[in-house]
């Protein structure tokens, strides 16, 4: 699975895809579809969010499979739990499941439910600790100049690397897919500030051509590098330069 599937929300991984930016972003294989685009599939013109739906079904088949088709440690469901879920997802009856799977009861599969309804609860407490715990965290090393400053800019030396490793293409330098969570966006957003001359001001022209080299949509880029707080502009928007205060 890409990275991305694993920053997607529950709702989302059922889909198998996300919207981010435009695009309708495949979680399994990276594909994208472009808002305001109309893609032909046979004699058929889908928009960008039906093609979406069309590509999931066509190239990945049904996502719940391809979940429950993770590893043990992912999903935390043994062989039988798996099996157990495979088949209430077709829909079938607890006794069909009793019998298909040769429970000696019934009430054998209704323990199953029990048991993954409690897995549920017990899977958004552990999610509401968690976002509070990355809350709780304190602020790391921000530019003076830095914008919106919380614990969103705290990232260690190792999760920095490992973000760029996941999002940049080692040969070409090029953007393979912008983060939506806001730590791996702003170690992104340092990494193409560091393309720009500290020294230098840059038209608005000159600064969509250089970050159009490193991903397609460079007015949101552009855009992001402002509201955070590394790129500044004179008050009419003719100029821009990178913030005094940044240091790579």
Same mark, same amino acid.
């Given at each position: 699975?890409?990275?991305?599937?694993?920053?997607?929300?529950?709702?989302?991984?059922?889909?198998?895809?996300?919207?981010? &930016?435009?695009?309708?972003?495949?979680?399994?294989?990276?594909?994208?579809?472009?808002?305001?685009?109309?893609?032909?599939?046979?004699?058929?013109?889908?928009?960008?969010?039906?093609?979406?739906?069309?590509?999931?079904?066509?190239?990945?088949?049904?996502?719940?499979?391809?979940?429950?088709?993770?590893?043990?440690?992912? $999903?935390?469901?043994?062989?039988?739990?798996?099996?157990?879920?495979?088949?209430?997802?077709?829909?079938?009856?607890?006794? $069909?499941?009793?019998?298909?799977?040769?429970? $000696?009861?019934?009430?054998?599969?209704?323990?199953?439910?029990?048991?993954?309804?409690?897995?549920?609860?017990?899977?958004?407490?552990?999610?509401?600790?968690?976002?509070? !715990?990355?809350? &709780?965290?304190?602020?790391?090393?921000?530019?003076?100049?830095?914008?919106? !400053?919380?614990?969103?800019?705290? $990232?260690?030396?190792?999760?920095?690397?490992?973000?760029?490793?996941?999002?940049?293409?080692?040969?070409?330098?090029?953007?393979?897919?912008?983060?939506?969570?806001?730590?791996?966006?702003?170690?992104?957003?340092?990494?193409?500030?560091?393309?720009?001359?500290?020294?230098?001001?840059?038209?608005?022209?000159? !600064?969509?051509?250089?970050?159009?080299?490193?991903?397609?949509?460079?007015?949101?880029?552009?855009?992001?590098?402002?509201?955070?707080?590394?790129?500044?502009? &004179?008050?009419?928007?003719?100029?821009?330069? !990178?913030?005094?205060?940044?240091?790579?």
């Amino acid at each position: 699975m890409e990275e991305i599937f694993w920053e997607a929300s529950p709702a989302e991984m059922r889909k198998g895809f996300i919207y981010d &930016n435009g695009r309708y972003i495949c979680l399994v294989c990276g594909a994208w579809h472009e808002e305001g685009v109309i893609y032909q599939s046979g004699t058929r013109f889908l928009d960008a969010g039906k093609a979406a739906v069309q590509h999931v079904s066509d190239e990945h088949g049904s996502m719940e499979e391809r979940i429950l088709s993770l590893s043990k440690k992912q $999903t935390g469901l043994s062989d039988v739990q798996s099996e157990v879920m495979a088949r209430m997802l077709k829909g079938e009856t607890d006794d $069909t499941i009793a019998e298909g799977l040769g429970f $000696t009861s019934v009430s054998t599969v209704r323990q199953y439910r029990f048991k993954f309804r409690e897995k549920a609860r017990q899977a958004r407490v552990l999610l509401a600790l968690m976002e509070s !715990v990355e809350q &709780n965290r304190s602020a790391g090393p921000a530019h003076r100049g830095a914008k919106m !400053v919380d614990e969103r800019w705290e $990232t260690t030396e190792a999760e920095a690397e490992k973000f760029l490793s996941t999002y940049i293409d080692p040969v070409s330098g090029k953007i393979k897919q912008f983060p939506r969570k806001e730590k791996r966006k702003i170690v992104i957003l340092k990494y193409l500030t560091r393309k720009f001359d500290p020294s230098a001001t840059y038209t608005e022209k000159e !600064v969509s051509e250089l970050l159009e080299k490193y991903y397609d949509d460079f007015a949101t880029l552009r855009r992001y590098l402002i509201e955070y707080g590394f790129m500044k502009r &004179n008050q009419d928007g003719s100029r821009y330069y !990178v913030d005094p205060a940044f240091k790579s």
